[in-house]
């Protein structure tokens, strides 16, 4: 790959597809993936843009890696750990490793973020019907999540 990827229109790039989020996956909704760079070159991560539709929402999951995440498009909302965040563009967030979480556009509009991953990284857990009941405890949390 050459050091320079144009952007084609707003939120897309030459050559990048959009892909489905999870395939085969049944726990989200309104929600596409691009992969912008995949390590190589001595690049030890990946760099994913995320765009969730109104309405939608992506896997409330976990896992041992953590995620390093930036607002680019939009208003959104998500849970981290016990916390439910206010997002806006150019607001950054850091999910740490078995921190459960899930991100959700905060209006009528398309919420993006980029997301960098190191390349080898564990397969996300989805919660017991256990830890949903636990999460559900707190209100705001359980009016929040979407499974």
Known sequence: MNGHIR??????????PVSAYKPGGTHFAGI??????????????????????PGGYSSLERHRHEHAIMVIRGQGRALVGERILELATHDLVRVPPLTWHQ???????????????DCGRDRPERPDAKVVAELRRDPGIAEFIRL
């Open 7 to 16: 952007r084609t229109e707003d939120f897309r790039w030459k050559d990048i």
């Open 32 to 53: 596409t993936r691009q992969l912008l760079f995949d390590g190589g070159e001595g690049l030890r991560c990946q760099l994913r843009y995320f765009e969730v539709a």
């Open 103 to 117: 991100f959700r556009p905060g209006g009528e509009q398309p919420f993006g973020f980029l997301c960098m991953v």
